[in-house]
């Protein structure tokens, strides 16, 4: 199946520091979503995308696909402890596969 | 809200043993999937269904079958299992298409084989 690769595979942060997640695929995807887990969780949805260039916010979380739909990332300003865990996109055509993730550490 | 419930949430099983994870789920979903999560490595998909007695292989379904003989359930079998079997195993379900829906996910069972 099609590949999604993440990066980076760890951050660890201070608190108000901004976080990038990375994904890309080398083939063009349909959409792509993003997850969170949190510590000791499982995956929970955060968004879709399925325009090229399509940009959606959420609070502080800036979610980009990329105009040739091969790439996308996932943008925090200013994270906060609450944003501990690990980020996980997902992209597909006709069946999703994700990417390695991205755990997030914050320093308070 | 949608419930995806997986049958244990820690299991300790000897290599060799026959091992059944059961996942169901109670908002009508069509699609549902099994992963199992190591660290470095993501979500990696063992093997979904589409439909009732319907299944498609994943990326890594060595050692692994699935049945689905109900439209809620969904069940993850290990026939023989090994210890490079160990790991978290993740259900998930969500409307029609994979790749238009977002994926429901269970708690999780973490599978230890001894």
């Known amino acids: 199946g099609q590949q999604v690769m993440q990066i980076p595979q760890y951050q660890h942060v201070q608190e108000g520091e901004d976080f990038t997640t990375y994904c890309n695929s080398s083939?063009?995807?349909?959409?792509i979503q993003w997850y969170k887990q949190r510590p000791g969780g499982h995956p929970v949805f955060l968004i879709q995308?399925?325009?090229?260039?399509e940009v959606k916010k959420q609070k502080r979380l800036t979610f980009q696909f990329g105009e040739a739909k091969k790439n996308s990332s996932l943008h925090i300003t200013a994270t906060q402890t609450t944003d501990v865990g690990t980020y996980f996109c997902a992209g597909g055509n006709n069946d999703m596969r994700f990417g390695a993730g991205t755990r997030l550490t914050v320093k308070p | 809200d949608v419930k995806v419930t997986q049958s244990s949430r820690y299991l300790v099983k000897r290599t060799g043993e026959k091992v059944f994870l059961e996942c169901v789920q109670d908002m009508d979903h069509e699609n549902m999937f099994w992963y199992r999560q190591d660290p470095g490595l993501g979500l990696r998909l063992i093997y979904f269904s589409y439909d009732v007695k319907m299944k498609e292989k994943g990326d890594i379904p060595e050692g692994y079958s699935v049945s689905r003989e109900k439209k809620e359930r969904f069940s993850l079998i290990l026939e023989s299992a090994s210890t490079n079997q160990t790991s978290m195993y993740l259900c998930?379900?969500?409307?029609?298409?994979?790749?238009?829906?977002?994926?429901?996910f269970g708690p999780g069972t973490r599978l230890t084989v001894t």
């Open positions: 995308l399925v325009k090229s260039g």
């Open positions: 998930a379900s969500s409307l029609l298409l994979a790749s238009s829906y977002e994926q429901y």
């Open positions: 083939t063009t995807l349909s959409n």
